[in-house]
């Protein structure tokens, strides 16, 4: 933490500068993240509706709320130019992106026991016939 820390950076420092910079293609796309955060929340919602739904349905409110903060915390990032909230923004996009890393892996593990298993039952079915 700088000097500044809990104050927010004086808005002529070239550190604020920097961090209204590097902060400005996230910011451009608050708009989206918010949406994305709300379809996210919403989805969970409607997972929890159904019985299988209700056991995974906080992971889609999850990456919502923080797609949401990413967005929050991005916008005064960048009225603020404070190097703080930017660090934490891109803190909570990476958690975001780490999440949906591991399910991708998860899945693909599922899809190959998926073929094994299916591909050994039509094997053994194919094989049984002769």
């Known amino acids: 933490m700088g ?43 409607v997972q929890a509706i159904t019985i299988v739904g209700i056991i995974i349905c906080w992971l889609p ?32 996009l990476k958690t975001v992106f780490t999440i949906y890393g591991i399910l991708a892996l998860i899945g693909i593990v599922f899809a190959v026991i998926a073929m094994i298993v299916f591909g050994t039952t039509a094997l053994l079915s194919g094989l049984s016939n002769l």
């Open 61 to 92: 409110i999850w990456v919502g709320i923080l797609l949401l903060k990413v967005a929050s915390t991005t916008e005064s990032a960048q009225m603020s130019g404070s190097k703080d909230e930017l660090i934490t923004a891109m803190s909570k």
């Open 3 to 45: 000097e500044y820390a809990g104050q927010g950076v004086p808005q002529g420092t070239p550190e604020a500068q920097l961090v209204r910079e590097v902060s400005a293609p996230l910011f451009k796309a608050k708009g989206w993240l918010k949406f994305l955060g709300v379809l996210m929340i919403i989805g969970g919602i």
